[in-house]
């Protein structure tokens, strides 16, 4: 995220909560990223599902605005009767889908307003992955009990220490466990967040690394947002113990007109908006 006014736009509910009352770039540690994630997917989360929800579905597993669907692309490989962990659930959906799929899936999340739309779906579909409120990166399991992880935009680009959460999710992972998610592409930093012509145009230097950070009129941050590059990514998987198996960058479909924030058809055929990681734990 780079736009305010794109950002107002989507989040008005949230920010007027929160009393979010500018930008800025500067570091943001672990107690207040929590506590500004936390408050912002709780205020945003009836605006999210209402304007996202139609197209993720109850249960269904969208990893990014491309509309790619683990159904179709099997990135997970064959769930069935496998333990999978969703990090950064959101609604669950894709935990639903998992749940459908034959896996045993838990997913957890950072927000109480989220995870309330999550028990609202299980009860709707009668899906019921497990649901627990946690912290990515001091996640409430033992250690090797998972076959597979994955997160769809969930809680990667808004922690401060991603050492912490790849540490974490290495750790509950069997040997050879997989680990799959989906981020904005990082080159997309460089540019505002518009789906339009604005959003052609470069503003800032790739490898500035200070996250963006909305506050309110005491400074205090009301959401956060960090930026890796590529590289970082490669190295954080590496010092986990984690081998890079594929890095999938979606096109955008032809005849998908759907604009989802700073994702669009125009901006979509001429670079990337997603980056999906497909690794695996060393055995």
């Not at 490989?77 to 459908?100: F, I, N, P, S």
């Amino acid at each position: 995220m780079s736009d305010p006014d794109q950002a107002a736009s989507s989040h008005f509910t949230a920010e007027q909560l929160l009393g979010t009352a500018g930008v800025t770039r500067r570091p943001v540690g672990q107690a207040e990223a929590v506590a500004a994630s936390r408050a912002w997917w709780d205020a945003d989360a009836d605006d999210y599902l209402a304007e996202h929800g139609e197209f993720l579905g109850d249960a269904d597993f969208v990893w990014c605005p491309e509309g790619l669907r683990e159904e179709e692309q099997r990135l997970l490989g064959d769930v069935a009767g496998r333990r999978v962990l969703e990090v950064g659930c959101g609604a669950a959906m894709c935990a639903r889908w998992l749940t459908a799929a034959g896996a045993d899936a838990v997913a957890v999340d950072l927000s109480g307003g989220m995870l309330r739309h999550a028990r609202a779906a299980n009860a709707r579909t009668g899906l019921r992955p497990g649901l627990i409120q946690a912290d990515a990166a001091h996640l409430p399991f033992g250690t090797a009990v998972f076959d597979v992880a994955c997160s769809a935009f969930g809680a990667i680009p808004f922690t401060p220490d991603l050492d912490a959460v790849f540490g974490e999710v290495a750790r509950v992972l069997r040997p050879r466990g997989r680990w799959v998610f989906a981020v904005t592409h990082p080159m997309r930093w460089i540019f505002p967040d518009d789906p339009g012509p604005e959003g052609l145009k470069v503003i800032q230097s790739y490898f500035d690394r200070r996250p963006y950070v909305e506050i309110d009129a005491r400074g205090q941050a009301t959401y956060v947002e960090y930026h890796r590059t590529l590289g970082d990514y490669v190295r954080a998987l590496r010092r986990a113990g984690f081998v890079l198996q594929d890095l999938i960058e979606p096109e955008w479909p032809e005849g998908h007109e759907r604009v989802w924030g700073q994702w669009g058809p125009e901006r979509g055929v001429l670079f990337p908006g997603t980056a999906i990681f497909c690794c695996e734990l060393a055995g």
